[in-house]
C-alpha cells in the first residue's frame, strides 16, 4: 500500500477521534516543545552572556588572590588577602600592560537624601571605566588627581543611582556612605547584568579612599588588566607571574599565591558549562518524551482492542497482515509527528518568549527541529509497532467475531 | 513504503480458461477441527464438494452445522486441518499468509448476515476499501465503488455512514463492496438473516440476478425457501456434507 493511502487513512481515522487524537499527543507536544526551547534557551543564554563578557573589556586579564591549590584542596578565590595596592602599582609598570585598574571592595550603607541602599563601595583607579567598558552617563569619572589624592568622590552605578532616588542632577551633590560625606561627581549608564551578579548596583571610589576610611588595609580582591594588544595576553600573563612571585618570595616548589584568569578561558568556560546545563536539561525533558510514547502505544492497544471486527473486515476484503500493520504504525507516527510539529510550533514560541524577558538573542538550531521531529517519529515508531503488530496477527476469523 | 505491486496477471487465470474442467471451488475431504484445550470440536468432518463456474450453490444446514466454517475455508479466511481445497485448480495449502489475502482480494467477495461495513466510514468508502488492497488508485477507486452503488440502486447514499442506512441498504453496500472487484467468487454467509422478508427478498432478487449475470455464487443459510432460489442445494449436519 502506498505511504500516501496509508496517511490518508490515518488522518482520516484521527478526524474521527479528534479529542482522543489531541490529548494523546498532548504528552509529545509537552516533550518536543520543552526539549526545544530548553535548547534555544540555552544557547540563547550562551550567546547572551558571552556578548556581555565580552562587553567587559577586550584583552582582560583578572588576577585574584590566595586561589591556591593546597595538596587536594583548591581554596576559594580571594579567600587570601596576598594582592596589595604596591602589587598592582608593580604590574602597573610591566611591558604590554595598558590600563590596569585594582578593586577593593566593601558592603556599605549608603544615604542620599531620605533614601538609602546597601551596596558594594569599589575602591579603584581612573583606568577602571576603561578596562572594564564602562561609558559614563553623567558628570566624569574619578580623575587620576582625586584616585591619588584618596578624596571622597563617588561614581554611581546606574541602578544605584537609581534605587537613591538620583538622577542627572544629582552631579555634585553629597551622599553619605557609612556615615561619611561623599561628593558624586558621576554616574554610569546601566550594562546588564553577568549572569546573577549585576555590574550597575555599586559605587566607585578611589581605592585609597576605600583603604582610609573602610578597611584600613592595603589589600586588594582583584586586579583586572588591560593588555595591549591580544597576542601579547601570554606573555604579561607571565610576566605578572614570575613578578608577583618575586614580590611574594615564592620559592620555586611554591604554588602560586594568586590566579590570572583570561577572559578568553572565561568564555569558553562559560560555554562549556551552558553546554553542559542544557544538555542535562534537554535530557530531563526528552523522558517526557518517552512518557508521551507510552501514551500513544496506550492509545493505540485500546484502539486495536475497540477495531478488532474492523481488522476482521479489513483481512475479508483483501487485507494482508502487513497492510494492517502499516496502517497502525503510521496512525501512531502520525500521532507522534503532528505532536512532534505541534510540539516544536510551541517550544519555538516559548523559547522566543523566555529570550524576550530576559535579552538574549533568540538562537534556534536547525539540526535541533530536525531531530525533535525525527525523535518523536522515531518515539511512534518505537511505541506504535507493538500495537501495530496486535491488530496485524489477529486471526480473521475471530476477529470478525469479536463483539 | 510502496508495497510491491499485486501483479497483473490473477495467480487463478490458468484454471479459469479451462473451465469448466476445473471447478472454481473444489473441496476434497477437508476437515476442520477446533481445538478448545484438551476438547477437539470436528466443525466439519471430511467435506467433498465441487462447484463449477457460473453455478449457484445453496449450503443448507442448521445452526451449528458447520456451514460458516465450510465458508471461511472456500473464502481463505482459515485453513482445514486435514484434506484440501482447491480454487479454480490451485491448492490452497501452497499459499502463505500473504497468498491468502491475495485470494480474498481477487477471486472472493464476501457477504456477510451482519453487514460488516466499516463504522463511521460513507457507503463510497467502504465499497471502495477492497480496491485499496488491490493498489488502486483513489480516482480509480472512488469512481468504480460509485459505479457499483449506482447499479444497485444506492446513488444517493453514497455520503451516508452504515449507521445512517437500513439494515437492507447497508447489505447492499454490502453486496456492492463484493461485486466492486469483480470476483469470480460470491460468498454469501447468512445475506439475509438480520433483514425483514421484504429487504431479504430484495437481496435474494439481487442474488439471482448476479448469476443470471454469469456469477459463481455460493450461498449459505439455515432458511430452506431462501435456498429454493439456488440452482443446486448441498445439505450440511454436524460438519458432514449430505447431497
Ligand atoms: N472458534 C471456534 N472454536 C471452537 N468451536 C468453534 C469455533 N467456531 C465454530 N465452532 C464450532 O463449530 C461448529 C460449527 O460452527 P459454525 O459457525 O460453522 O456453524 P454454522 O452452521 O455457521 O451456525 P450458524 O447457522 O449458527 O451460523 C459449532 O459447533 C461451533 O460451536
Ligand atoms: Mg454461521
Redesign the pocket.
Known sequence: MRLVELIRLALARLAVSRLRAALTMLGIIIGVASVIALVAVGQGATSGITSQLEALGTNLLTINPGATTTGLVRGAAGSATTLTTDDAAAIGQLEGVAALAPEARTQQVVVAGSQNTTTQIVGTTADYAHVRNFDLWQGSFLTSAAVQAGLRVAVLGATTADDLGLGASAVGSTISIDGLPFTVVGILQPKGGVGFVSQDDQILVPIATVEKYFTGSDSVRTIDVSVASADQMTDVTNAITAELRTRHELAAADADDFSITNQAQLLSTVGNVTAILTALLAGIASISLVVGGIGIMNIMLVSVRERTREIGIRKAIGARSSDILLQFLVEAMTLSIIGGLVGTALGILVSAGIDAVAGWPLVINPTTLVLAVGFSGAVGIIFGVWPARQAAVLDP??ALRYE | MTAPARGDEPWYGAGRDLAPAVPIVEINRASRV?R?GEVE?P?LVEADLRVEEGEFVAVV??????????MNLIGCLDRPTSGEVRLGGTSVADLDDDGLARVRSRFVGFIFQAYNLLPRTTALENVAAPLLYQGIGRGERLARARATLERLGLGDRVGHQPSELSGGQQQRVAVARALVTDPPLILAD?PTGNLDSHSGAEVMALLRELHRSGRTIVL?T?DADVATTATRQVH?RD?RLVA
Open positions: 476469523i475471530a | 477446533y478448545m470440536v466443525a444446514g442448521p445452526s451449528g452445522s458447520g456451514k460458516s466454517t465450510l447468512e449459505i439455515h450440511i460438519g
